[in-house]
C-alpha cells in the first residue's frame, strides 16, 4: 500500500505520489489487458479454426488460457483497487471469494502447463500410438483434474484454515499448515513434474536426433544402382546404399531402418531428377543386383508409406518446435513464479519481506498469465496462421465501421 507525501487526515485511503501511481497504476493496467485480451485471442482463434479446433492437444491449451484470461478479468482489478486504497473494504465475504478465485484461476493456469507437458511427454515416448489414444474423454479427464486439484487447493481458507485477520485487511492465509499445504501443490510438486517430464522429452529428442545422424553418416558398400530414362533414352544413375554392419544380429535388427533409409534416398534422388526431365513420355525402369520389384511398385509403396524426406523433415521440425515451445512455457513459468513462491514460504516462518519486494513478485507471478499466450502466438506457427486469419477478418470488420465514423 501507498502513504508517499500523506497529510493527516482521518479517511483511510492511502495518499500517493502522483507520478510514482500514474506509473504504477498503467503497468498494472496494461498487464490485465495484455492478459485478458491475448488470452481471449487464444480461444477465439482456436474456436474458430477448424485445424486448430481438431488437435485435441488445443483443448488443454484453451482451458489455460480460460484460467489465465479470469486471473485477468475477476482477480486483478481487485488487487490493483487494494493496493490503491490501502485496505479492504467491501466486507469479509467478498474478501474470502476475491482470495479464493486468485488461488483457483493461478493453481490451474499452473496445473495447465503440467498436464501440457505430460500430454507432450507421452506423444514422444509413443509417437504411433498415442494420437489414437488422445481421445476427448482423456484430454477431459486432463482438464477435470487441474481444476478439480485447484478446487482443493483454494476452498480450506474459506473453511477456517487461516488465522484471523485485522479488520480492512485481505491477504492470503499465512497458516504455516496451509503455506506448505498450498506452496507444494500449486507450485513446488508440479514444477518438479514439469522439469522431470521436460528433462525426459529433452533426452529423447537429443537421442533421436544422434540416431538420425549416425543413420546418415554410415557409409559401407554400393549394392544396387537405379536407372532412371527419358522418352529421349537419357539414362540417369543414382547409386543407394544398404548399411551392413559386422554383426550378423545387429545387421537384421537394423533391416527395416536400412531399407527405409534406402527409400528415403531413392525418393529425394527421384523427385530431384524428375524436376530436369521432360515431362511427357518419361519411363522409370530399375536395375539391381536382386531381385527388385518393378518401378512403379517402389514408387507407390513410398508414397504409401510417406517415408519421402519432405515429410520426414516437416516431422522432425514439428517435433523440435513443439520441445522448444514447452521448454520456453517452462521457463517461463518457473522464473515467473518462484520468487514468489520463496518468500512466500520463508514469510510463514516468520521472516517475512519488504511488502515491496513481496508485491513486485506477487505481480511478477501475475505476468505469466500474460506470458503464455504471447509465447503460442510467437513460436507455434499453426497459431500465428490462425491468429493472423482472425485478425484479418476483425479488420475487414471494422474497416467499414471506420470509413462510416469518417
Given at each position: ?5 500523506c497529510s ?28 485478458i ?39 486483478m482489478?481487485?488487487?490493483l ?9 467491501l ?11 486468485d ?20 506423444s ?7 494420437p ?5 474423454l482423456?484430454?477431459?479427464?486432463y ?35 496451509y ?29 533421436h ?25 537419357e539414362?540417369?544413375n ?25 527409400i ?15 515431362r511427357?513420355?518419361?519411363k ?36 523440435r ?5 514447452l ?9 515467473s513464479w ?6 512466500y ?5 516468520g ?8 508485491k ?12 503464455n499466450?504471447?509465447?503460442?502466438t510467437?513460436?507455434n ?6 491468429l493472423?486469419k ?17
Amino acid at each position: 500500500m501507498w502513504n508517499l507525501n500523506c497529510s493527516e487526515s482521518d479517511t483511510k485511503v492511502a495518499c500517493l505520489n502522483l507520478g510514482e501511481a500514474v506509473l504504477t497504476i498503467s503497468s498494472m493496467l496494461t498487464v490485465m489487458l495484455i492478459i485478458i485480451f491475448g488470452n481471449l485471442l487464444v480461444v477465439v482463434t482456436v474456436y474458430r479454426d477448424r485445424k486448430l479446433r481438431m488437435q485435441r492437444q488445443n483443448w488443454l491449451i484453451v482451458s489455460l488460457a480460460v484460467a489465465d484470461m479470469l486471473v485477468g478479468l475477476l482477480v486483478m482489478p481487485l488487487t490493483l483497487a487494494y493496493e490503491i486504497v490501502g485496505e479492504w473494504t467491501l466486507g469479509t465475504v467478498l474478501c474470502e471469494i476475491w482470495l479464493a478465485l486468485d488461488v483457483l484461476f493461478v493453481t490451474a493456469s499452473i496445473l495447465h502447463i503440467c498436464a501440457i507437458s505430460l500430454d507432450r511427454y507421452f506423444s514422444v515416448t509413443h509417437p504411433l500410438t498415442y494420437p489414437a489414444t488422445r481421445t476427448p474423454l482423456r484430454m477431459f479427464i486432463y482438464i477435470g483434474v487441474s481444476w478439480i486439484v485447484s478446487l482443493l487447493i483454494c476452498l480450506p481458507p474459506i473453511f477456517g484454515w487461516r488465522p484471523e485477520r485485522a479488520e480492512g485487511e485481505c491477504s492470503v492465509s499465512t497458516d504455516i499448515g496451509y503455506v506448505l499445504y498450498s506452496s507444494l501443490g500449486s507450485f513446488y510438486i508440479p514444477v518438479v513434474i514439469l522439469i522431470i517430464v521436460y528433462a525426459k522429452i529433452y533426452s529423447i529428442t537429443i537421442r533421436h536426433s544422434r540416431q538420425r545422424l549416425k543413420e546418415t553418416e554410415r557409409r559401407d558398400h554400393t549394392l544396387n544402382m537405379l536407372t532412371i530414362r527419358s522418352s529421349t533414352n537419357e539414362r540417369y544413375n543414382m547409386e543407394y546404399e544398404l548399411e551392413e554392419n559386422s554383426d550378423p544380429a545387429e545387421d537384421e535388427k537394423d533391416k527395416p531402418t536400412s531399407n527405409r533409409d534406402v527409400i528415403n534416398k531413392v525418393c529425394w534422388q527421384l523427385r530431384k531428377i524428375s524436376e530436369e526431365l521432360p515431362r511427357q513420355g518419361v519411363k522409370i525402369s530399375l536395375d539391381t543386383n536382386h531381385n527388385s520389384p518393378p518401378a512403379s511398385d517402389l514408387a507407390r509403396k513410398m508414397e504409401e508409406k510417406g517415408f519421402c524426406e519432405k515429410r520426414k523433415r516437416k516431422l522432425k521440425a514439428k517435433e523440435r518446435q513443439a520441445t522448444l515451445l514447452l521448454g520456453i512455457i517452462l521457463s517461463a513459468f518457473i522464473l515467473s513464479w518462484l520468487p514468489f513462491f520463496l518468500i512466500y514460504v520463508i514469510g510463514a516462518f516468520g521472516h517475512e519481506a519488504p511488502p515491496l519486494v513481496f508485491k513486485f513478485f506477487f505481480w511478477l507471478g501475475y505476468c505469466n498469465s500474460g506470458i503464455n499466450p504471447v509465447i503460442y502466438t510467437v513460436f507455434n506457427r499453426e497459431f500465428k496462421r490462425g491468429l493472423c486469419k482472425q485478425l484479418h477478418k476483425f479488420e475487414r470488420f471494422i474497416h467499414p465501421l471506420m470509413e462510416l465514423y469518417k
